[in-house]
């Protein structure tokens, strides 16, 4: 590796690759827009259902955490503008999303029934990308250490 492509200082990789998987993890991986659009479609396909009352509460959880997240990252933004790194709340943001994909679309399939099994409904597809997500980015039961650890302040678990 020639010098000039050095990242910060020699001795110092750790650290750069963790702050690469923390921005990946909290900033970028997964845009607000994406979650605010997938909430709106299902409100529109609970409305087109006979907006039933079993799914009232699960689709206004969508609605709320589709805004949260949208704030959660504005404020991310607004950190990384000042110049401050993700840090470990990177992984409250992680496991946020990836839970909230899995409960959307299994919502939505609940709303659909028999028809939601359809191989091709863009709903369908939507569920099976959904639950890759608490394995890639790093893997649920890993953020969860992560916050244990380092922003709960627990004991480490044995290694
Ligand atoms: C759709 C998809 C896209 C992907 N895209 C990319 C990509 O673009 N780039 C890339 O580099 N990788 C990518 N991956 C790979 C992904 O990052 C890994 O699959 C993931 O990090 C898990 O690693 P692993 O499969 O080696 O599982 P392992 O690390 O072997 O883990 C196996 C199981 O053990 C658990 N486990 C492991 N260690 C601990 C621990 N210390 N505490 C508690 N539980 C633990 C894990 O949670 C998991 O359930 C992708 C994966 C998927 C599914």
Known sequence: MPDRDVIGEPGQGWRVAMATAENERGLTLRSPGRFLAAADRLLDLWRAEGSPAWARDRVADALIGARAYQLFTYAGASRALEGEPMGPESSLNKVFWSEY???????????????GESAHGDWAEGYVFSLAGPIYAGTNEIQRDIIAERLLGLPKGRR
């Open 101 to 115: 994909d899995i409960a959307l679309h299994e919502t939505a399939l609940d709303l659909l029934g028999a028809e």
